[in-house]
Nanobody, 125 residues
C-alpha cells in the first residue's frame, strides 16, 4: 500500500561521503500526512538499529556513533527523507533502511508504518 524507494548506497573508501534518499508513495489513495521519518541500519549478524530520525516538526535524533558525521533532512512536499553521510568509517558498513509513519487517504484515513527495501553501504578501509 505504501512504497518507500531508497537510492544512494554503494561502495566508498573510508573518509568518503554518500547521500541516501528515500521517497514515499502510495499504491492507492494518496499520502495525506507524513509523521516521523528515519534511517536504520543492519550489519551482518547484528540487529537493526536506529541511525537517525526526524519528526514532522524537524526535531532530529542521532545514534551517538554518527553524531557530527551524518545529517538527516526531509522535504514533505517531495515526500523524501535524506541521510547525508560524511567521514564514513568501515564500521558504518551495513544495509540501510528507511522507515516512516504515514497516513494514507483512500475512502478513509489509514495509518502505516512502512519500511524500504534497504540499500547497501560498504566502506572500505
Amino acid at each position: 500500500q505504501v512504497q518507500l524507494v531508497e537510492t544512494g548506497g554503494g561502495l566508498v573508501q573510508a573518509g568518503g561521503s554518500l547521500r541516501l534518499s528515500c521517497t514515499v508513495s502510495a499504491a492507492s489513495g494518496r499520502i495525506f500526512r507524513i509523521d516521523d521519518m528515519g534511517w536504520y541500519r543492519q550489519a551482518p549478524g547484528q540487529q537493526r538499529v536506529v541511525v537517525a530520525t526526524i519528526t514532522r516538526g524537524g526535531t532530529t535524533f542521532y545514534k551517538d556513533a554518527v553524531k557530527g558525521r551524518f545529517t538527516i533532512s526531509r522535504d514533505d512536499g517531495e515526500k523524501t527523507v535524506w541521510l547525508q553521510m560524511n567521514s564514513l568509517k568501515p564500521e558504518d558498513t551495513a544495509v540501510y533502511y528507511c522507515n516512516t509513519q504515514v497516513e494514507v487517504l483512500t475512502n478513509q484515513y489509514l495509518p502505516y508504518n512502512a519500511w524500504g527495501q534497504g540499500t547497501q553501504v560498504t566502506v572500505s578501509s
